[in-house]
């Protein structure tokens, strides 16, 4: 008898309910979702990738100003003639029948100087800078889409990672009741107060318990180096993550109307810009059929001689300024046809712009839809989670008093580690709901902020 009070009481002792332990995994403070898409701004290849092409873009806008600058060069050439070109000349200028054959010029030929040219008008010159600065304008659209992209991929692996280091607290809380469980049964068994058939039960549930955390360690690990790689982080870099909520303004969530669009979306705003530059190619292949005009001017030396190195003649000045006019008249309707391309161009464009807003309201539809389900889920849930616990306690104490056999409570035990892990699981699709509506309104920018 007084064995059996022995394990008894030690059994209400190691079967108290044990409070889950988070996993490991770093040595550094704990990283906020804040931080890691700062970091990812920072730091991300893509978002790198797109500040250099609005640099582009800013180089672009010179290139295009600069054809409306003073345009100078130099020049030079030196032409040797082992055979001078003959002239035909008729013979009567020096008195004879035949014509006469002669020869004009020097063996050596040579001129350099500069020459300038000034455009004065051309329609497509103005047309062509504002399509440049609107160029401009779509690269920092790009570059802001590229960190929208990056934002909600970091902010879905962060709460990865979080679900997943959740799922350990809940293993290793059960692997202790079952370790608990095990010694004392191992001590009853040596006392034949139960059999080993029950013993091997927990052993059992131990084994596969330590199996799916051997899992969730490889999860864990490939899904912190998806949120390095997310981040443009070093994969040898250590971290670990504080915990993350989404506060979603107390506004009911609104869908836009048929045919409306959010002006907040990057993407929608980059489909305009891609429109309005479609337009400006139209304007500027229109704007050739004005006519142009130029300044330019030459000043420059030449020199014939026998002797390249001789005296016997020197350099002679030379100079001319003009105006030059180009009248476009007849090109073969190359610039209609040019100018129908561009009109077919921008009528896809507004098909995209209108399957856009119409997926845009898909995105925002379900994206509410999800989150509804997912706050019904998760109440249902915890009382759920609520209700297991209460069996297992219930179980756990008529299992001390012998009323319960071993089996109903390790199916307990099974019953409310898998509540927490759909609970867990709920919770991971709310929070990327949230991302998915913030990324449909255009407002994932807030979780840097």
Known sequence: MIKKYLAVGLLSLFLQPAFAQDQQVGTTDPLTLQEAVKYAITHNEDVAKATLDQQIGDQKVREAKSSGLPQINGYGSLDYYPALPTQILPGALAGQEKDIAVKFGKDFNSSAGLEFTQM???????????????????YRLRAEMAQEDVIYNVGTAYFQVLQTKEQ????????????QLEKILDLQYKNDMVKKVDVNKVKVNIANLKTQKE???????????MLKFFMGMPL???????????????VAPVVPGAGEGNQNRIQLQLLQKQKELTNLQAQNIKAGYYPSLSAYGRYGYQVQRDDLFSNEQPWFASSVVGLKLSVPIFDGLRKDSQIKQSQLEIQKLDMDIQKFNKNTRVELTNAISQMQNSQNAIAAQADNVNLAQEVYDTTNKLYKEG??????????????????????KEKLKYQVAQLSYLKAQGNLETLSK
Do not use: H, M
Not at 236 to 250: F, G, H, Y
Not at 405 to 423: F, I, M, Q, S, Y
């Open 236 to 250: 040898e870099q250590e971290i670990d993550l504080s915990d993350a909520t989404i506060s979603l303004d107390e």
């Open 403 to 424: 009323i319960s056999p071993l089996t109903d409570l390790l199916d307990a035990e099974v019953a409310l580690r898998e509540a927490k892990t759909n609970l867990n």
């Open 168 to 179: 350990f607290g809940n293993i290793n809380a059960n692997l202790e009741k079952l370790a």
């Open 120 to 138: 004065l008008f051309s329609k497509s010159y103005f047309v062509g800078l504002e399509a440049a600065k609107s160029s401009k304008d779509l």
């Open 215 to 225: 899992a969730l360690t490889t999860a864990l690990e490939q899904q912190k180096n």
